[in-house]
């Protein structure tokens, strides 16, 4: 059974700091991964997809890694800002050719003006 | 381009009552998911629909939950009856077909309480 672990649970960091966000899963046998970003009350925003062949996706000042063979990924923020604070989600698909996702329980970031 | 639908945004309701959520998906995408978020906690697919037609509900808890998408567009979600437990915020998501990833949109979610 997958399971999905995100850690730290929460982080608090001052603004201009580079960050990294953890994801572990326990199956490496997955189709593709993604990061979203929710805000309080609100759905969830997707960031970055990551297909099982690739190493790694970027987008603006978030970079994302994936290490299928050690269940690793990980979620790097440069130069943090206070609009960044929410929660991240790490997803991976729940089986080849699907779209269907585990989530893990996120990590809450608030960044410090 | 509108976003992913779903009323009401909040919803408290007694244990043993029984509720409904709608959700209106992107226009044009064939796939629609309904997730489950209890505090704390990441989404949990209940239910994948590809057009009209359901796909995997392996985790939706039928012996309480329905969900249904007649026409392929809208699709409602029903509890009855509810439990303290299914106090959580239910997602509904939906993708232009059940092979691609871009364009996974959420939509805001109904925030259900249950006493």
């Known amino acids: 059974k997958q399971e999905v672990t995100q850690i730290p649970a929460a982080l608090s960091v001052p603004e201009g700091e580079n960050l990294v966000l953890n994801c572990s899963f326990t199956d490496s046998a997955i189709y593709n991964l993604q990061w979203f970003r929710q805000d309080p009350g609100k759905g969830l925003t997707s960031l970055l997809l990551i297909q099982s062949s690739q190493r790694e996706q970027t987008s603006g000042r978030l970079n994302a890694s994936l290490d299928k063979s050690s269940g690793r990924s990980t979620l790097y923020i440069a130069a943090s800002q206070p609009g960044d604070s929410a929660t991240y989600l790490c997803?991976?698909?729940?089986?080849?050719?699907?779209?269907?996702?585990?989530f893990g329980t996120g990590t809450r970031l608030k960044v410090l003006a | 381009e509108a976003g992913v639908a779903q009323s009401p945004r909040y919803k408290i309701i007694e244990k043993r009552q029984s509720v409904a959520f709608w959700c209106n998906p992107i226009?044009?995408?064939?796939?629609l998911y309904w997730y489950q978020q209890i505090l704390g906690q990441g989404p949990k697919l209940l239910i994948q629909f590809q057009n009209n037609g359901v796909v995997d509900d392996s985790q939706l808890p039928k012996d309480r939950f329905s969900a249904e998408r007649l026409k392929g567009v809208d699709s409602t979600l029903k509890i009855q009856p509810a439990k303290l437990e299914d106090s959580a915020v239910y997602l509904c998501?939906?993708?232009?077909?059940?092979?691609?990833?871009?364009?996974?949109?959420f939509g805001s979610g109904t925030r259900l309480t249950v006493v």
């Open positions: 998501a939906s993708s232009p077909n059940r092979d691609r990833a871009s364009g996974y949109t």
């Open positions: 226009s044009g995408h064939a796939t």
């Open positions: 997803a991976v698909s729940r089986g080849v050719g699907t779209y269907k996702y585990i």
